[in-house]
């Protein structure tokens, strides 16, 4: 969008330059607006959809999700929902391409911010990145036999009673004042 600008006239060029900042501003921000991402397990069991600022907008369950524990499904709704976040973050950073140089201080404070992306995002995690119970129970040594607790001890006969308390005396009226 750049416009033929007067030879020497440098309020000229700044317009044109202010325009062109301006059309920038507003497709970045209708791709910020704009940002979503989803992500669905191979299975087909969970779908999540994030939005720009990597806030859950949707999370589905499918047919095999009830086949799941509890426990494997929560961690693969967590690691879905990273995964969503983590390409909603790149097209966040994306829609500053062509406004901020890759080298900027501002380039840098934002990717600051950006989560890391995964080393393969592609490809589904391996069963040791994913908690599954069945898993720890297992890598787990089985448990010890469960044995009865002792009786309690029995009193011995042979041991001596002990006397009872003799009973207060009547007339102790006037010695105690309670």
């Known amino acids: 969008m750049t416009q033929s600008v007067p030879p020497g006239d440098p309020l000229a060029a700044f317009s044109v330059e202010l325009e062109e900042i301006r059309a920038k501003a507003a497709t970045a921000q209708e791709a910020l607006r704009s940002a ?6 191979p299975d087909g069991a969970v779908s999540v959809t994030v939005g720009p600022s990597g806030v859950l907008q949707e999370l589905r369950f499918g047919p095999r999700a009830y086949e799941r524990p509890p426990q494997a499904l929560s961690g693969l709704v967590m690691q879905l929902i990273g ?6 973050s790149a097209q966040v950073a994306g829609a500053f391409d062509g406004m901020v140089g890759e080298s900027s201080a501002a380039r840098e404070l934002l990717d600051e911010f950006l989560p890391a992306p995964e080393a393969d995002a592609g490809s589904p995690p391996d069963k040791s990145d994913v908690f599954m119970p069945e898993q720890e129970a297992e890598d787990r040594p089985p448990a010890p036999p469960h ?3 002792p009786p309690p001890p029995q009193p011995q006969r042979d041991q001596p009673r002990r006397r009872p308390r003799p009973a207060p005396d009547e007339d102790d009226g006037d010695s105690n004042p309670w």
Do not use: E, I, L
């Open 147 to 149: 044995r009865q607790p």
């Open 36 to 41: 979503t991402a989803s992500v669905q397990s």
């Open 83 to 88: 995964r969503a976040q983590q390409k909603v």
